[in-house]
Nanobody
Framework: QVQLVESGGGLVQAGGSLRLSCAAS????????MGWFRQAPGKEREFVAS????????YYADSVKGRFTISRDNAKNTVYLQMNSLKPEDTAVYYC?????????????????WGQGTQVTVSS
């Protein structure tokens, strides 16, 4: 079992950047493919980005492609989400998730473990 803790959220102006971190404990993060999801008030949780176990393959939602970058440092047991050119519609609670599978996935049901989330607010 793995425990996930997100950090790095906050308030930023439109056009700005933030980097989210997801620190894993309990088991090495290299055992899991990882993903980021987000949930805005009154909306369903939606996929943002995913990365496979080795970091060689990534997958993004169309809404963030070209602006967000997911990466991982297995030696530090940490996964990152670099968010650039932020828009007000990116405002949400961002969740880190781990899945036992090797490959990327955009389906939240494929993920086995979740963090508590970190708030990202983008002002216009």
């Amino acid at each position: 079992q793995v425990q996930l803790v997100e950090s790095g959220g906050g308030l930023v102006q439109a056009g700005g950047s933030l980097r989210l971190s997801c620190a894993a404990s309990g088991r090495t993060v290299s055992s899991y493919a990882m993903g980021w999801f987000r949930q805005a008030p009154g909306k369903e949780r939606e996929f943002v980005a995913s990365i496979n176990r080795s970091g060689s393959n990534t997958y993004y939602a169309d809404s963030v492609k070209g602006r967000f970058t997911i990466s991982r440092d297995n030696a530090k047991n940490t996964v990152y989400l670099q968010m650039n050119s932020l828009k007000p519609e990116d405002t949400a609670v961002y969740y880190c998730a781990a899945r036992r599978g090797v490959y990327v996935s955009g389906r939240h049901l494929d993920y086995d473990y979740w963090g508590q989330g970190t708030q990202v607010t983008v002002s216009s």
